[in-house]
């Protein structure tokens, strides 16, 4: 049988030291756009309490301190009728002090998240979801790329993996992770080769295990397991989950996508759950949203308006 090398221990990547390096840059950028008279702002609309959302904003609007920018968060009751909802975005498109529309997802049942998401200008949807700039993406054009899957570019930057030529496996086919990741790493700056695999997708070990890059996007804990990577691959986790776990005051603890302890024997680099990608997508968030407030500034002194 031929021998399988195994690693020791897979590099770590920091994804909380990553993601203070990217607010470190765009803190500076900020300073600069104030001082020519313009304070970048992000418009963040949380519609009811679910515990996670309230976190993810709460995370958000820590990083707007951090950074400078000015924080226009509104909160609003489960209840809120979606067409109270549309009248508040459309006041806030516009707004020229504002920059960036940012609506917390998932949104209460009663109200459309796509027509919500496509009422965001798309100059203004620092998200990257509205239908242009998922468009823009797809054809290569210049376009707010969706925190997420940008963070991730970021990480496999900052531990060094080459993508060039490589084979890169994403595990997950949302529009929020799955297909955007999959888009930039098949562009030629990136220039994998990636292959997109989900819940039909059979014999799912043998696809991975052919994978110099493994990204797990499946929203499912132990998706990815040890032997199902291959030995010196760099795995890059996005699984945020709770499960149950009486030793911690809340009840429960975050677990990603991949068994870590497992995987990391195996691969060569890993991001960790929690401090790895979820730190670099509010990192993102700030980065596009001062390059919102930048093409505002650039469009103003053009005489262009809005």
Same mark, same amino acid.
């Given at each position: 049988m031929e021998k399988v090398t195994r690693f020791k221990e897979a590099n770590i990547i920091d994804g909380r030291a990553a993601a203070a390096r990217v607010r470190a840059e765009v803190a500076e950028r900020v300073l600069q756009l104030k001082a020519a008279g313009t304070t970048p702002c992000l418009a963040v609309i949380l519609v009811g309490e679910d515990p996670a959302s309230v976190s993810y904003v709460t995370g958000k609007q820590k990083a707007l301190a951090e950074?400078?920018? $000015? @924080?226009? +968060?509104?909160? %609003?009751?489960?209840?809120?009728?979606e067409a109270e909802l549309l009248s508040l975005i459309a006041g806030l498109n516009a707004d020229g002090s504002v920059h960036g529309i940012l609506v917390? %997802?998932?949104?209460?049942?009663?109200? @459309?998240?796509?027509?919500?998401? +496509? $009422?965001? %200008?798309?100059?203004? @949807?620092? @998200?990257?979801?509205?239908?242009?700039?998922?468009?823009? %993406? &797809?054809?290569?054009?210049? +376009?707010?790329?969706?925190?997420?899957?940008?963070?991730? &570019?970021r990480l496999l930057k900052e531990g060094g993996i080459e993508t060039d030529g490589r084979r890169a496996v994403v595990i997950g086919r949302s529009n929020i992770v799955g297909k955007p990741v999959a888009l930039l790493l098949a562009r030629r700056e990136w220039n994998a080769t990636v292959t997109i695999c989900h819940t039909g997708t059979k014999d799912l070990a043998d696809i991975t295990r052919q994978a110099d890059i493994l990204i797990a996007a499946a929203g499912r804990p132990g998706t990815v397991v040890a032997d199902m990577v291959k030995p010196g691959a760099a795995v890059i986790d996005v699984g945020v989950n709770r499960i149950p776990d009486a030793s911690k005051k809340s009840g429960f603890r975050l677990v990603g996508d991949v068994d870590f302890d497992g995987v990391k024997a195996v691969a060569s680099h890993i991001t960790p759950v929690p401090g790895g990608v979820g730190p670099m997508t509010i990192a993102m968030l700030m980065a596009n949203t001062l390059e919102a407030a930048e093409s505002a500034a650039a469009r103003a002194a053009a005489g262009q308006g809005r």
């Open positions: 950074v400078g920018m $000015a @924080d226009r +968060s509104i909160r %609003l009751p489960e209840q809120t009728a917390q %997802l998932p949104l209460p049942p009663h109200i @459309d998240e796509e027509k919500v998401i +496509s $009422a965001i %200008l798309p100059e203004k @949807d620092v @998200d990257g979801f509205h239908p242009v700039n998922a468009g823009n %993406l &797809l054809i290569g054009r210049k +376009s707010f790329l969706p925190c997420t899957p940008n963070g991730i &570019l």
